[in-house]
């Protein structure tokens, strides 16, 4: 299924876990483009730029995530990593 937003958040998510978070940003990327309103995939996608030390453009998709979905499951999450994040270089 190379065009389902599902399987390329799936294995984002497995590249996650394994700490390959270049690879699976592409493919968060990816399953975004296909269904730019799911805030899984957004949190998905911020978590894996968090790791990725790409801080900016996680916060960006982490506020996004609960701007589409103020109830999303790991809300809490996001509003702790929000509050720890390092401050945005000008």
Not at 42 to 53: E, N, T
Request: glycine share 4%; net charge negative.
């Amino acid at each position: 299924m190379p065009d389902s937003p599902n399987s390329a958040d799936t294995l984002g998510w497995a590249y996650y876990k394994q700490g390959v978070y270049n690879s699976a940003i592409d493919l968060f990327q990816e399953a975004i483009k296909s269904s730019a309103e799911n805030p899984t995939y957004h949190y998905h996608l911020g978590m894996a730029y968090q790791k990725a030390s790409h801080f900016d453009m996680a916060k960006k998709q982490l506020q996004y995530t609960l701007q589409i979905s103020p109830n999303f499951s790991q809300a809490d999450e996001i509003k702790k990593i929000l509050a720890e994040s390092p401050p945005q270089k000008n």
